[in-house]
């Protein structure tokens, strides 16, 4: 069963800690033992992968009560553009796929980073006499 978590709102820049509990289809604790594969992605309004599981460090907290925590360093954050984003917890055990979370993570510019301009400039017209 796929939960939505609450939205999020961050700074890019930042580190982030995101602390997750899976549940089951009955809505109890997904017991996380056994080490299952735990993927977390963050997509785009496109639903295309910015940040993905290579990109971050997960560890299981408590396995029995479904809790992981999944680290997100500032040097990946910093590049986002402020957007409205989705995140997707998926876990892989005896080869079955199952995303059990998901929800809107809220993302504010990194205020400090060097951003390039997203205006265009209009050309200077000038009178030729």
């Known amino acids: 069963m796929t ?4 939205p999020i709102f961050w700074f890019a820049g930042d ?3 995101i602390r997750a ?17 735990i993927k977390w992605a963050l997509l785009d309004g496109s639903c295309r992968r910015v ?12 396995a029995a009560a479904g809790k992981c925590s999944i680290m997100v360093p500032s040097a990946k954050t910093s590049p986002l ?12 055990t005896g080869g079955v796929s ?5 929800g809107s993570i809220y993302v504010t510019a990194d ?19």
């Open 15 to 17: 580190d982030w800690e």
């Open 21 to 37: 509990t899976l549940l089951d289809e009955n809505g109890n604790p997904y017991d996380l033992s056994g080490t299952p594969e």
């Open 51 to 62: 940040i993905d599981e290579a990109d971050v460090s997960i560890s299981v907290t408590d």
């Open 98 to 102: 199952s995303t059990l979370s998901t």
């Open 81 to 92: 553009p402020g957007a409205r984003y989705t995140d997707a917890i998926r876990i892989v």
């Open 111 to 129: 205020p400090w980073a060097v951003q390039a301009a997203t205006v265009a400039r209009r050309p200077v017209l000038r009178r030729v006499s």
């Open 3 to 6: 939960t939505t978590h609450a």
